[in-house]
């Protein structure tokens, strides 16, 4: 394995509950470097934009509503197999299914509202840094 980078969000929900410092706390505690961090609020079409790959998923619209409704902090991490070590410091996408001491299991509300946001592939990755971060941010 070798050392790469990820991208993360933690979502509307979480940072307005103020869970976002235990998230972070977390994501280090798992060996992660914070190479880029922000807090930003998606527009509608920056949403839409992100989920694109969902569009013609069911959830698109609450999903798009829900991030949407408040900040969200973004970021760039890095770590050896960040992109799957992330998902397992996640958790399943819905927390009912998330296995104890996950981000999901903790913090999440259900399948829609749940916490945080982490790349699925190495392609998903480099779009999904890309999207929120600029060549001289990941320096
Ligand atoms: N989502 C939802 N309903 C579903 C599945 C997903 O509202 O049935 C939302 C949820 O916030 C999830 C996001 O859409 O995190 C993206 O879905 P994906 O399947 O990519 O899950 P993830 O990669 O975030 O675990
Ligand atoms: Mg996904």
Redesign the pocket.
């Known amino acids: 394995m070798s050392v790469e980078r990820t991208f993360s969000a933690i979502?509307p929900d979480a940072v307005a509950a103020g869970k976002a410092g235990e998230i972070l706390a977390m994501i280090q505690q798992a060996g992660f470097k914070i190479l880029a961090l922000r807090m930003t609020r998606l527009t509608d079409a920056q949403a839409r934009a992100f989920?694109a790959?969902?569009k013609e998923?069911?959830?698109?619209a609450?999903?798009v509503k829900?991030?949407t409704e408040g900040p969200i902090i973004v970021m760039a991490l890095e770590r050896e197999g960040a992109i799957v070590k992330l998902?397992e410091v996640?958790g399943?996408?819905?927390p009912a299914n998330a296995a104890e001491g996950t981000i999901?299991k903790r913090f999440a509300t259900?399948?829609?509202?749940?916490a945080?946001?982490?790349?699925?592939a190495p392609e998903t990755a480099e779009t999904e840094l890309r999207f929120f971060f600029s060549t001289a941010d990941l320096l």
């Open positions: 979502k989920y790959v969902h998923r069911p959830f698109y609450g999903l829900f991030m998902r996640m399943a996408t819905n999901r259900d399948i829609e509202r749940n945080i946001h982490g790349s699925d």
